[in-house]
């Protein structure tokens, strides 16, 4: 009495229903129920069998989908937190760099007040020194005038000694005469 659904099971739970052992003057026939209860025996144990690795496999799935879950969750937290750790970077370095931008820009404002006010000393130097040099030309002029005056006035004293002296020869004189605007300096 095998199956034809199942190989290696005695009995579908159909035919199980619907088989009937024969019968015998005093019942059934001794032999074909003890035939009959083997092979429903052999289906129930292979069903037992059955089930019970199923039922293993569904713990081990459910093992799996544990540890899957556990996983996922791991992952999703670490996602959250390294998206948090990374706004939190994004954020210092801005801040860095704006404190780096605002310190870049006072070092610059620094340097452009320092260049002004050397360029404003510089102007005050250079006009000093062009007033100091106007003045020098001046009292150089007119020393140079002085002096010439004075020169000339040696000359005449010279010329008026001498010229007592020597009246009859020739006159000599030393310097050319020369106006005071002669040396007025390059200008």
Do not use: C
């Not at 190989?7 to 019942?27: A, Y």
């Not at 610059?108 to 006010?117: F, I, M, P, Q, S």
């Amino acid at each position: 009495m095998q199956t034809q659904n199942h190989p290696g099971m005695g009995l579908s739970p159909v035919e199980l229903r619907h088989e009937r052992p024969r019968r015998s003057p005093f019942g059934y026939r001794r032999a074909d129920v003890d035939h009959l209860l083997e092979s429903a025996t052999d289906a129930y144990e292979v069903v037992w069998r059955e089930r019970a690795d199923l039922d293993d496999r569904v713990h081990e799935l459910e093992a799996e989908l544990s540890r899957h879950r556990e996983t996922e969750e791991a992952m999703r937290s670490a996602l959250v937190s390294a998206e948090r750790a990374a706004d939190e970077l994004r954020a210092a370095a801005s801040r860095q760099a704006e404190l780096i931008i605002r310190d870049a820009e006072a070092k610059a404002r620094d340097l452009v007040h320092g260049a002004y006010a050397e360029r404003e000393r510089t102007r005050r130097e250079t006009s000093r020194l062009l007033t100091e040099e106007a003045e020098f030309r001046l009292r150089l002029r007119a020393l140079l005038g002085a002096t010439l005056e004075a020169v000339r006035d040696h000359e005449q004293r010279l010329a008026d000694a001498t010229g007592r002296t020597e009246k009859q020869g020739e006159h000599t004189q030393l310097m050319p005469p020369v106006e005071p605007g002669d040396y007025a300096g390059g200008d």
